[in-house]
């Protein structure tokens, strides 16, 4: 009931993506040749290197503070956390200042009736595996402002000028909250108006194939999982177009897109319960000198904690080709793992519903977001207190495999974190199990779509699982699309 | 379209708010006489002395801040403020910090199947004539939490216990972003269970009588004001109940509460429009010492800028009775004027639409919110370029009598604000007169109502207005409730 009411535009809208979801004509093993031939035509070149011998960066000698010469980009600097009450009520850890606000934007374009996103392979120097899928934009500001001494960002103008297309999504999304200070991006989808010529390096993939690449490992980017999840792939038009789902789980998954299909708990109420959390919370948090945050030292050239865990800062100094620019080295965050990032998700009345968490992290703008039901490394909870061992962790590391419907390894952010990966599962506890929680509530897709159309609701975790839980909403093999009444 | 589908039951929900709008069976006089009541047995007596003489409050040494003896309520400090490309683009200020969240809330109750509003007659040290209408609860944490060594809070625990009653609205609202730093204060109306006693000083009433009081000067508070504002007072249910406008304008804003009446910008377009707004402004604030805040300075016991514009900080005696404690001084923040807040309104097809300001406060979350056309001090203009006098302002200042819709002074929050208030006006234009600018978009009620469901959003002034435009939906005289099909 977030969304806009099921009108005949906003039906036809989404009928047009689920058409876009059901179109898998390129096959799988088509798309994976372009990535392969690809790469074999790009070079990069990633190496970890001593934090003093980035060039272009240098630690500020009174701070301790890691910054560009430029003053641009972003500043690795501390952080002080206070949250009474919390588990660890209060810590200070290095932390990403990058307040520019960038765009992440996929363009649209519908070939034969049916839209296409333009999609760009693309190397960034925390990919395991060198290219991954893109949207069509990634720009932070200095990219576009030439701070970059780059190249000029292709399709931005399509998402800069308003008249350029029409405006499908566009909405400020947080960023990783436990490593950013405040940091936002403009998460936009926009349908081209007039002629797009493809460069070298991009291509126009269905909904459905973006769907196909998200169920491999380390393929596709976090920028582009979070764009999705802005697309308004929900509601009356989605149903109507997939029809019947074919299985109890897709069909509970269909009733979870439509708001008149009754949810756990109404809007107001989950709205409420919001409100609350962000009021109850009395997180206080302020900006320190890296210099000042004890329990973290220089060891070997890298930033990390005493005891090993949580992350590193660490430095890489890049050769690529087919980038801005061909040479650069810079700061980067590592956190090996994976992690897991899980939605634990259940019918009731027949109508699928996500377990959110109302989560505290230090770098969000409004206290609260809501978050997966589980997003942790275990690893690092062997320092801490049991009491700190998150909820429903042991749930979801135990689930069965047929309870387990989604299970793919992403990479996080290439242009900011090494390496540092999780394990995206969607896992299905049967409807009696309520598993009522203070800090967690049931939320239906719908619920989800229409707080993913404001800033500061979904954290990124949760976005990229409501990415791959529309990955869900049409069959494996392409179907018969069949139109219920 | 930014508000739920006019299901079933939230057209009821809105039905039974319009019968208590259109329920004025109390008569004005009756509600005044009292209010002249209880203002004869309250003792207030408030007196400005200089900033030096605060007692419990002292001015740091160092930053020259003014601080309360415990820590808390609130501190009086400095604000960098950098807007690039901005009329005025870089100043310093003074500036309130109270982060601590208060609850103002309103408690609904069915008489006779309309419902009423449980409401308080409270002195405030600003206010300019004692007693005004305020919501049932209006606490800070400091409050409620004993740091005022006051009574507690009567009715408080049916806003803290979420299953005392059933939530129509809860949402965190900004304060003034040109006074406060990222105040929030969490607006609630709750109906409550079972039986309420009403204490001495709180009367129900309808929504129809809370209207008529908003016409005169000074006597709806703002607290009372904003929490009006995010009641669900909109919908199809609206519109059904309160049948035929009686003229073209309120039909037009009848018309303007139901979202498939039609919207000069669709919702996609309104939210890309701030979306671009926050993202475009590079607003830099940073909190500094209050004796770092060059261009104003301590003069007769106040601090005031050099050219005796803007507003002053000041301290206040206050000695009353009816209220938590019964002696106290504080400072206070007074822009005496009054100022000019303004809403211009059109009618679109028929549908009236308000001219929404896309607005940079210093002291906002999240860069901008949604203002009223016109919000300012004229006589501050004089010591401005003439570049940055506000747009519309003379169009409003010279609106024809028969143009303006609504016109009545009300004061700023009376807990902070020295006989601080402004002229609240709706001026309607003709439906041709476009007025289209960049930083400006005409929405409908039923738009602003789905925004006002979400933080971040609309700025108090605005939230003002719109309680003053939902007072106009019902016709002044109680009219004979007609259902249309």
Redesign the interface.
Known sequence: ??L????TAAEAATARLAASALARDGAAADLLAWFDELRSRSYTEVEQIPLDELTGWSTDPASGNIVHDSGRFFVVEGLDVHVPGGPVPRWRQPIINQ???G?LGILVKEFDGVPHLLMQAKVEPGNCNGLQLSPTVQATRSNYTGAHRGRGVPYLEHFTD?AAGA??????QSEQGAWFHQKRN?NMVVEARGEVPVLDGFRWFTLGQVHQLLAADDLVNMDTRTVLSCLPFTGRGVRRAVGSGGDWFRDALLRSCV??EGSRHP???V???I??A??AT?V?TRRIPLAEVDGWRRVDGRIRHDSGRFFDVMGVRVRARGREVDSWTQPMIEAPGPGVVALVVRRIGGVLHALMHGRVEPGF??VVELAPTVQCKPENYSVLTPAARPPFLDLVLAAAPEDVRFDAVHSEEGGRFYHTRNRYLVVEVPPERELEHPDFRWLTLDQLAGLL????YLNVQARSLVACLHSLICAPAAPTPEVSP
């Open positions: 009931m977030l806009p009411a099921p009108t307040p520019e606000t765009v308003p405006v499908l999504a566009d909405v400020r403009r708001a008149d809007d107001e109420e709205l409420s319960w409100t609350r962000r009021s009395d206080q703008v409004d159309r404001h800033s500061h």
